[in-house]
């Protein structure tokens, strides 16, 4: 394993009504990170492990969530529905969590409302943000095969994105970001054994994206 210096500085824009549009900055310095190996991946031994336990985390919390709500919402939930060419263009998205396990609640499934994300690009590598809502990661992009694999840190407010991976273990956040169906991704967290954050993206039509 290899230590890294990450630095990045990427602004990016919310589209949305215009009440909702503004700028924000995510921005990183001098923050050092472990290499797993991977092909440009940075990521702690720990977050890695995380990632490697997913199918196993996503079977306990799939397997105990209602039968209703996962027909429902389809292969967003689905542990096997990652599609082929993941690709995410920049520019902004409809996010949406669902809570899988007993963070969850009784029920085992939690939804929450509809949220702006961003995704950017700097030097190469997409950055995503999560713009608006109570939990607000914000962080880089990697591409592992058929899916992206993601970390960051969950930021304190809104606009304020000066949390980078690696500056707080207790914010720090990983997950990966799969496509499962035309124009529909999901970024999925593991946290704890069994439970699941999954956010929807959708694309936010383009005559409402940010000029």
């Not at 969530?65 to 690709?87: I, Q, T, V």
């Not at 902004?92 to 995704?119: D, E």
């Not at 700097?122 to 950055?127: F, R």
Request: proline share 6%; hydrophobic share 40%; charged share 20%.
């Amino acid at each position: 394993m290899r230590s890294v210096i990450l630095a990045v500085l990427v602004s990016c824009g919310l589209a949305g009504c215009a009440a909702r549009r503004e700028t924000v900055v995510v921005s990183a310095s001098q923050v050092e990170i472990v290499d797993d190996g991977g092909a440009g991946q940075v990521i702690r031994p720990a977050d890695q492990a995380k990632i490697d336990a997913l199918p196993a985390i996503w079977q306990a919390a799939w397997g105990k969530s209602p039968g209703r709500a996962r027909s429902r919402e389809g292969a967003l939930l689905e542990p096997a529905a990652a599609l082929d060419h993941p690709e995410l263009s920049p520019g902004s998205y409809n996010c949406r969590l669902i809570r899988l396990g007993g963070r969850a609640g009784t029920r085992r499934v939690r939804n929450f409302p509809t949220h702006f994300c961003y995704v950017g690009a700097a030097d190469g590598v997409l950055n995503f943000t999560k713009q608006t809502g109570s939990e607000l990661p914000a962080g880089l992009l990697y591409k592992t095969g058929k899916r992206y694999t993601f970390v960051g840190a969950l930021q304190r407010a809104e606009g304020d994105n000066s949390l980078v991976y690696g500056a707080d273990q207790a914010r720090d956040v990983a997950g990966v970001v799969e496509r499962v169906g035309p124009f529909r991704w999901r970024m999925v967290m593991p946290v704890g054994e069994q439970d699941l954050d999954i956010l929807e993206l959708t694309p936010v039509p383009v005559e409402r994206q940010a000029s």
